[in-house]
């Protein structure tokens, strides 16, 4: 069995990560902020550090999506 999940118009899947990008001034990228982000679960609040740059990454962990781990089908009869 295949299933094929559509593209989503913020979120991006990257193997079992789930990412997207915020977009900060200057300002808040220099001196650091507190900002709300969007996760699947809904909106967070968070707190930047100062000094982050174009391309950094921050990790919400136990904002994303569990992991899943599907039995191997080889060894079902789905007939």
Known sequence: MTIKVSDHEFFKRENKDILS???MTLSEALLG???TVATVHGSVNINTEAGVSSDDQMVLKHWGVPEFNPPDDS???LE
Do not use: A, Q
């Open 75 to 77: 060894i079902y009869d």
């Open 21 to 23: 990008t915020v977009n």
């Open 33 to 35: 902020c507190k900002m």
